[in-house]
């Protein structure tokens, strides 16, 4: 499945390159962001499938950046740190990433977590036969559209699925009242 656009935030040129090229080889459609500004104005223009987010950036830096983004987007962002500091992977995750990936990479291993991001992602439009989401003791079926909770059955209006499949969708994520409007209601 190729073709999906992927924001690619990074301020120095060669690194951006790099990446933009090997996406587009691999199908992709890449468009490239120096700054942290200019990356937000990018993604409102055109929202991308994914965001390759760099954490140095000049000016706006790529937490703030992903802070802004999630505000009003549940798009999948993979940040990018120079840095292997677990402090800086958490604060990564707490500002809304999906998932991060050390400098320098290998090309390989980015693909791969861009391909699983947006596999998570696509799951909620073409939901594979045995795609099941669990959160403690809740189990959700999508595809039946069915919630468990400690194998019980739950009895849940269509309304009240989509919300409990959204936030089990997002877990440990705070979600804001725009995004779940738009999610439920359109
Ligand atoms: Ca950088």
């Known amino acids: 499945m190729a073709g999906e656009i992927i924001l690619v935030v990074e301020d120095?040129?060669?690194i951006a390159d790099f990446i933009r090229?090997?996406?587009?080889?691999?199908?992709?459609?890449a468009q490239v962001a120096n700054d942290g500004l200019s990356a937000l104005s990018v993604a409102r223009d055109t929202p991308p499938d994914l965001v390759v987010l760099d954490v140095m950036l000049p000016g706006l830096d790529g937490l703030e950046v992903c802070r802004r983004l999630r505000a009003g987007s549940d798009v999948p962002?993979?940040?990018?740190?120079?840095?292997?500091?677990v402090r800086d992977r958490v604060a990564g995750l707490d500002a809304g990433a999906d998932d991060y990936l050390v400098k320098p990479f290998d090309f390989?291993?980015?693909?791969a977590?861009?391909?699983?991001?947006?596999?998570?992602?696509?799951?909620?439009?073409?939901?594979?036969?045995?795609?099941?989401?669990?959160f403690n003791d809740l189990?959700?079926?999508?595809a039946q559209r069915l919630a468990q909770r400690?194998?019980?059955?739950?009895?849940?209006?269509?309304?009240?699925?989509?919300?409990?499949?959204?936030f089990m969708?997002?877990?440990?994520?705070?979600?804001?009242?725009?995004?779940?409007?738009?999610?439920?209601?359109g």
Not at 113 to 134: F, M
Request: hydrophobic share 35%.
């Open 77 to 85: 962002i993979l940040m990018l740190t120079a840095r292997d500091a």
């Open 108 to 111: 390989d291993e980015l693909l």
């Open 21 to 29: 090229r090997g996406l587009i080889y691999e199908g992709y459609q």
């Open 12 to 14: 120095e040129t060669k």
């Open 150 to 166: 400690s194998s019980r059955s739950l009895d849940l209006t269509a309304k009240e699925y989509d919300l409990l499949e959204l």
């Open 113 to 134: 977590r861009v391909r699983a991001l947006l596999r998570r992602r696509g799951g909620r439009d073409e939901t594979p036969v045995d795609d099941v989401l669990r």
């Open 169 to 185: 969708r997002h877990p440990r994520q705070v979600l804001t009242r725009d995004v779940i409007y738009d999610r439920l209601w």
């Open 139 to 142: 189990t959700l079926y999508p």
